[in-house]
């Protein structure tokens, strides 16, 4: 699974999203995989809610929805800045995104990431056809987008 995951990594340079989603069941061992990919690439992963999380606890409820797109840019700013220049973002514990009162889409946001670099990233939901689903649909923090314009890799 290693070796599919390089290839792919290889291969999106081109794309316009340059974004590979990891992707099955919870235990399924997507953060593993992420994490041999780290340590053969000698990177380390983001930890996005712990990095996020300690962000936005700065910052004023009523601004950390606009903020958080924002610090998440700065944050993998800051990973991009220690790592080689050619180097995948590695994003992994993104359930923080889906917060409701946040009012943004992590689709989309971890999206605009992959626009410049590479980006892994572990997608804390499953895979439905073609819909990346995250929490039954009667959870608040429910949602489904298509999986268009994102490389998906089955684990």
């Not at 070796?3 to 099955?24: C, F, M, P, W, Y």
């Not at 962000?55 to 601004?63: D, M, Q, S, V």
């Not at 220049?85 to 009012?103: R, T, V």
């Amino acid at each position: 699974m290693l070796a599919k995951l390089e290839r792919l990594i290889s291969e999106i340079g081109d794309l316009n999203s340059k974004l590979i989603l990891l992707v099955g069941p919870s235990r399924s061992g997507k953060t593993q995989l992420l994490r041999q990919l780290s340590a053969r690439l000698n990177i380390e992963p983001l930890n996005v809610g712990l990095e996020l999380g300690r962000r936005l606890a700065a910052t004023p409820n009523n601004k950390r929805g606009f903020s958080a797109g924002e610090l998440l840019r700065e944050i993998a700013l800051l990973e991009a800045f220690g790592e080689r220049g050619e180097a995948p973002l590695l994003l992994d514990n993104l359930e923080l995104l889906f917060e409701p009162s946040l009012q943004i889409n992590p689709l989309d946001l971890v999206r605009r990431l992959a626009h410049s670099r590479r980006v892994v990233a572990v997608w804390p939901g499953e895979l439905r056809g073609d819909r990346l689903i995250y929490a039954d649909m009667s959870h608040p923090e429910h949602r489904d987008y298509s999986q268009d314009g994102v490389v998906v890799l089955e684990i």
